[in-house]
């Protein structure tokens, strides 16, 4: 059985910074892309961040972004850990939400339980 753990959210000011984690067991995520999702009160669950996995022919993983978040956060990855990292730098009162961590593993979709981030002053 696959589980997605977040951390490392919280409350922050406006132009803060905060370094969500999300630590999988049960199975090496290395082979995975792996994303980040968000949802804040009354809207949709959004995504935030993805990453590949490496594969054959590439240096490293490659990465998209919400236009939202673009410049602003960095989504990581180091499989000797087993986990996923989301940089989030210059924040924003919009970054407002709870944050989810998501994989599709052999078929099947995990998400984590969130965590919470609030940028408030």
């Known amino acids: 059985q696959v589980q997605l753990v977040e951390s490392g959210g919280g409350l922050v000011q406006p132009g803060g910074s905060l370094r969500l984690s999300c630590a999988a067991s049960?199975?090496?995520?290395?082979?995975?892309?792996m994303e980040w999702y968000r949802q804040a009160p009354g809207r949709e669950r959004e995504l935030v961040a993805g990453?590949?996995?490496?594969?054959?022919?590439?240096?490293?993983?490659?990465?998209n972004y919400a236009d939202s978040v673009k410049g602003r956060f960095t989504i990581s990855r180091d499989n000797r850990k087993n986990t996923v990292y989301l940089q989030m730098d210059n924040l924003k009162p919009e970054d407002t939400a709870v944050y989810y961590c998501?994989?599709?593993?052999?078929?099947?979709?995990?998400w984590g339980q969130g965590t919470q981030v609030t940028v408030s002053s």
């Open positions: 998501y994989a599709v593993i052999l078929g099947v979709r995990y």
């Open positions: 990453i590949t996995s490496v594969t054959s022919g590439d240096i490293s993983s490659r990465t």
């Open positions: 049960g199975r090496f995520i290395s082979g995975n892309a």
